[in-house]
């Protein structure tokens, strides 16, 4: 049984930084692109980073290019999202998944974000 388990959220300061960790099991973690995602009060789920299976290929949306940093530690079967220079806007629960596009996943319970002053 595939089990997702999102951690490191909180509620943080604009321009402040947290880390958010995403632990696999009952799954090959190296046999798979991830992403993280996130899903703010009434809009729906986006894409907010991937990373490919051997981590040549790292794709960020625009709105979060250049303060987000996506890693993968294939050893431990975790991938982390580094997250800098937080806004309110990025306030939501964020949830990672595996596959380049789609998810191939169930969803797990995601980790909340809250930035706010």
């Known amino acids: 049984q595939v089990q997702l388990v999102e951690s490191g959220g909180g509620l943080v300061q604009p321009g402040g930084s947290l880390r958010l960790s995403c632990a696999a099991s009952g799954i090959i973690f190296s046999s798979y692109a991830w992403g993280w995602y996130r899903q703010a009060p009434g809009k729906q789920r986006e894409l907010v980073a991937r990373?490919?299976?051997?981590?040549?290929?790292?794709d960020y949306a625009p709105s979060v290019k250049g303060r987000f940093t996506i890693t993968r530690d294939d050893a431990k079967k975790t991938m982390y999202l580094q997250m800098n220079g937080l806004k309110p806007d990025d306030t939501a629960v964020y949830y990672c998944?595996?596959?380049?596009?789609?998810?191939?996943?169930?969803w797990g319970q995601g980790t909340q974000v809250t930035v706010s002053s």
């Open positions: 990373i490919s299976i051997t981590s040549t290929n790292r």
């Open positions: 998944n595996a596959g380049w596009s789609p998810p191939t996943l169930d």
